[in-house]
């Protein structure tokens, strides 16, 4: 059987903060406020895992008033959640996650947040898909105020 897994993240975008996504610096005058490193992306996966396996979600695993999450880095994350997943009998089969973000354009930096992604979950790049978007001036991403991301996950089970 297969089950899937939806996540969403958004974060205030402050200046002098480091945009990190998906574990990759991206460079920036402006990075994700947040008690952890803010990756979004990260954040979106691990949801999107945990969701899979219906095992709550990312604040239940690691709650923002835990001083132990404080500018932690969220590959830890979603290891954890991976590891959930793999504990309940299952393996990843894709990824398809999309960032908005007003800028910096995310297109250079693509490949490279695949690359660290797929290697983090431990599966082929082909099975990782990272789209980026802008807001088109429009809402709280589009006014670079903030830097959101969505991410699909599909578990199959192993044989
Ligand atoms: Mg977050």
């Given at each position: 059987m297969n089950r899937i897994g939806f996540g969403t993240d958004i974060h205030r975008l402050e200046p002098g903060r480091p945009m990190v996504i998906g574990g990759i610096v991206i460079p920036s005058a402006f990075g994700p406020a947040g008690h952890?490193?803010?990756?979004i992306l990260l954040h979106a996966v691990t949801d999107a895992l945990l969701g899979a396996v219906a095992a709550g979600d990312i604040g239940s695993h690691f709650?923002?008033?835990?001083?132990?999450?404080?500018?932690?880095?969220?590959t830890r994350f979603v290891l954890e959640a991976l590891s959930l997943t793999r504990e309940r009998g299952y393996r990843i089969a894709n990824v398809d996650a999309t960032i908005d973000l007003?800028?910096?354009?995310?297109r250079p930096f693509i490949d490279a947040i695949r690359a660290r992604v797929a290697e983090l979950l431990a599966?082929?790049?082909?099975c990782v898909s990272v789209k980026a978007k802008t807001g088109e001036g429009l809402g709280p991403v589009g006014s670079g105020s903030a830097i959101s991301a969505t991410a699909a996950v599909l578990l199959e089970r192993r044989s």
């Amino acid at each position: 059987m297969n089950r899937i897994g939806f996540g969403t993240d958004i974060h205030r975008l402050e200046p002098g903060r480091p945009m990190v996504i998906g574990g990759i610096v991206i460079p920036s005058a402006f990075g994700p406020a947040g008690h952890s490193d803010g990756d979004i992306l990260l954040h979106a996966v691990t949801d999107a895992l945990l969701g899979a396996v219906a095992a709550g979600d990312i604040g239940s695993h690691f709650p923002d008033t835990d001083e132990r999450w404080r500018g932690a880095d969220s590959t830890r994350f979603v290891l954890e959640a991976l590891s959930l997943t793999r504990e309940r009998g299952y393996r990843i089969a894709n990824v398809d996650a999309t960032i908005d973000l007003e800028s910096p354009k995310l297109r250079p930096f693509i490949d490279a947040i695949r690359a660290r992604v797929a290697e983090l979950l431990a599966v082929d790049v082909d099975c990782v898909s990272v789209k980026a978007k802008t807001g088109e001036g429009l809402g709280p991403v589009g006014s670079g105020s903030a830097i959101s991301a969505t991410a699909a996950v599909l578990l199959e089970r192993r044989s």
